[in-house]
């Protein structure tokens, strides 16, 4: 598949998953973003990359286009919003349907690109000017594809669901409507897929009696509702995830489902799929089971008012929760036993800085705040860790197969690179050729007092892979959990749904098998095997085996969709986020704040202000008369005569130099780098520099140096945008 880039040249990501093949820009003129290409290896260019020419285009891209559309000497075009694509789109002027210059519109092409004609389209859709409310979201779910609108079928189907549950929905559930199940949420939370609950247990008599906690986590029986192969089922298989934007969720479900039925609001029965615990007093899980049952939640909590009632038990909050104060205080105490637990596994905790966007009335940002993480984060987190865990175990031991959240070590390359940058940094831990989770956690520990502690703990971060589905379980590396998957959420995650129907098939003493439309559209084969294996030998052996192997495909094909549909949200909500706050930062053009070095690359540095927790670069021309070198293994960019360097972490101040919306780009200026560092000729130990003397000092040496440096950076091809880390997602 071709993936455009905004510099006009392109690559072609391999179906065989080897090294993407260059695209020069003569050759993108005839293909666009996401066509499917047959393409020839020409030679390697000379950042040593195999550089190729379009033979066939064998499916040409069919979504429409978001842009905005403008009259330029008399003719219609539309600039599309994503630069991937390279070149506008010629629209004739009996097929601009309503649109007016400047509008955001999506166009659907009618002709494509070809080496001498630009590609020409028609406008299906005008989604409004630019600056009106909520504008960024109906162009990022258009630009990366996201459904957003229910089929007629499943609105009816929806429509169509109880408003309440029957009494024929009770039978073979067991009641726990007088356990004081309650939801501890965020205070903006809309759908409660989890209740939980826990109280003292023991077992035995005498001095070998053994004491811990009975933990219940209840989650929302959505499998009830969303049967395979019904209209609901294909539209949330098509989402596969919600998908969360300041103001505004796409959810998975419809609403009715989502914030109705399969929504644990207090004080309403609502059906449940219940993982019922022993935990022992060292935090190891003796024993579970899984059932179905009705609950009623006693209270709809907020972490904030949890947390508030653990820190002070004598307190306002804590009296306010009256009769569910003993619960809490018990939820603590298996919280506590369950993090001895994950210390003793060596699973890994990085503590990073999330913040929340806070916006008005018209959907912009109002500011920026970090969202604090309390114990009744982390309270929830471990209880929701233990249920993942044993829906894992309860699965594997049934020999059935099913979705596994996946997350693996450091490949042996990033192994070495970590290796490395450790050794630059004078940290003398050795990593084994197999890394186990345990050894960094202990390097992230080890680093935890360091001043360059976040840099590090970036590093290590980097070096893991990305968390994915599967049908193959290879277990969990951050967490050090040999089988691990997701089981707590399906109003929002569908991998969820389908561990909580292999589950209650498992209950019932029977084989879930996959619809057709659970695979995914790229599967080889259609339709998934109806009759159950058979225990006998002989002839029936083969067919049995072959109908595993393309069940397992199906699985396999249904996790590859999952996990794209999961990359898919999280580009779209950051494209949105990045929107805002380019939005947000035009109001400060000029303005001087102090900041961190968030990152470094071989074009600059990347920033974090301290107030507005925004993030732009000041490219490498910026940062004074001097000739700056990327050290890779140290990740710092250092000055040739000055010895400055700029690291992760280090003090910074900069003005606000410009803003590119469409880009989605802040551009700093350095005013002054407070605690940028200067190193010695006879060493390796830094010093703080002189901030505005330096500075001076700086821009006083030989303007050679930034010639030079200017020269490199257009052999480089210019400034380009930070490539976003991938997320690692733990959980």
């Keep these: 598949m071709v993936e455009g880039h905004r510099d006009g040249h392109g690559f072609v990501r391999r179906d ?3 090294s993407p093949i260059y695209l020069a820009p003569e050759e993108m003129r005839a293909v666009m973003h996401r066509d499917r290409v047959r393409v020839r290896v020409l030679r390697l260019d000379r950042k040593g990359r195999p550089e190729g020419r379009v033979l066939e285009i064998l499916e040409r891209r069919r979504a429409p286009i978001i ?11 539309v600039a599309p919003e ?3 694509f390279g070149q506008d789109i010629l629209v004739p002027k009996n097929a601009i349907a309503t649109a007016v210059a400047g509008q955001v519109v999506a166009v659907e092409l009618t002709e494509p690109p070809s080496l001498h004609a630009k590609p020409v389209g028609r406008v299906i859709e005008v989604l409004g000017d630019i600056d009106d409310p909520g504008m960024e979201i109906e162009i990022a779910v258009r630009k990366f594809e996201v459904p957003h609108r229910f089929s007629a079928q499943t609105l009816a189907a929806a429509a169509a669901l109880p408003d309440r549950i029957r009494a024929a929905d009770r039978r073979h559930r067991v009641d726990l409507r007088d356990l004081p199940l309650v939801t501890i949420d965020g205070e903006d939370a809309r759908d409660f897929d989890d209740a939980v609950y826990c109280e003292p247990f023991r077992r035995g008599r005498g ?45 998975m479900l419809p609403e009715k489902l989502s914030n109705g039925l399969c929504s644990l609001n207090p004080g309403e029965e609502r059906l449940t799929l219940v993982c019922d615990m022993l935990v022992a007093d060292d935090g190891s899980v003796d024993a579970y089971q899984f059932y179905p049952a009705v609950i009623s939640s006693h209270a709809r909590l907020t972490y904030t008012e949890v947390a508030a009632a653990l820190t002070n038990t004598r307190g306002v909050e804590a009296q306010r929760q009256g009769e569910l104060l003993p619960h809490l205080l018990h939820l603590h105490e298996v919280y506590r036993a369950l993090l001895r637990q994950r210390e003793t596994r060596g699973a890994m905790d990085f503590e990073t800085v999330e913040t929340q966007i806070v916006c008005d009335e018209q959907g912009r940002i109002e500011r920026i705040v970090p969202r604090p993480r309390t114990e009744a984060h982390r309270l929830i987190e471990e209880a929701m860790l233990a249920a993942n865990v044993c829906a894992a175990q309860f699965i594997h031991e049934g020999a059935h197969a099913a979705l596994y959240r996946v997350h693996e070590g450091p490949t042996p390359e990033k192994r070495v690179t970590l290796q490395n940058y450790l050794r630059a940094l004078g940290i003398g831990v050795s990593i084994g050729e197999d890394p186990k989770p345990r050894e960094i956690a202990a390097i992230a520990q080890l680093t935890a007092g360091r001043p360059d502690a976040a840099q590090i703990h970036m590093m290590l971060l980097r070096s893991m892979q990305q968390a994915v589905y599967t049908a193959t379980n290879a277990g969990h590396f951050g967490l050090a959990y040999e089988a691990y998957t997701h089981f707590t959420s399906p109003i929002r995650r569908y991998p969820d749904l389908l561990v909580h129907r292999v589950i209650k098939a ?20 259609q339709g998934a095997p109806q009759e159950r294996g058979s ?17 397992l495909e199906l699985w396999e094909a249904a996790g590859v969709h999952c996990s794209a549909n999961e990359r898919r949200a999280d580009e779209a909500t950051r494209d949105v986020e990045a929107w805002l706050k380019c939005r947000f930062m035009r109001e400060h053009l000029g303005e001087q704040f102090g900041g961190s070095v968030s990152a470094v690359t ?17 490219h490498v021309s910026e940062l004074g008369s001097d000739y700056f070198r990327f050290d890779e293994t140290r990740q710092e960019l250092r000055g040739e005569r000055s010895g400055v360097r700029f690291v992760v972490g280090a003090r910074v101040q900069v003005q606000v130099s410009r803003v590119d919306l469409d880009a989605r780009r802040i551009d700093f200026r350095l005013v002054r780098e407070g605690a940028a560092e200067r190193r010695p000729s006879g060493g390796d130990a830094p010093q703080a520099a002189s901030s505005s003397r330096q500075l001076d000092a700086l821009r006083a040496v030989d303007r050679k140096a930034k010639v030079e440096s200017r020269e490199r950076i257009a052999r480089a091809g210019g400034a380009k945008s930070r490539p976003r880390p991938k997320r690692r997602t733990l959980r």
């Design 207 to 251: 001095k070998s009696a053994m004491s811990g906690w009975r933990l219940i986590v209840a989650i929302a029986d959505v499998s009830h509702y969303v049967r395979p192969g019904e209209p609901i089922d294909d539209d949330a298989y098509e989402r596969a995830t919600s998908v969360y934007f300041p103001r505004r969720v796409i959810p």
């Design 535 to 551: 225990r006998r030998g002989g002839k029936a052996a083969a067919p049995r085996h072959a109908a595993q192997t393309h069940e």
């Design 67 to 77: 842009g905005r559309i403008l009259l330029e000497g008399g003719q219609w075009i």
């Design 602 to 618: 071989s074009f600059g540095i990347f920033v974090t202000l301290d107030e507005l927790y925004v993030e732009g670069l000041v």
């Design 82 to 84: 994503d630069r991937r």
């Design 16 to 18: 065989d998953g080897q």
């Design 506 to 525: 498992l209950l019932a003493g029977r084989r879930y098998h996959l619809a057709p439309h659970e695979a995914a559209r790229e599967a080889a084969h």
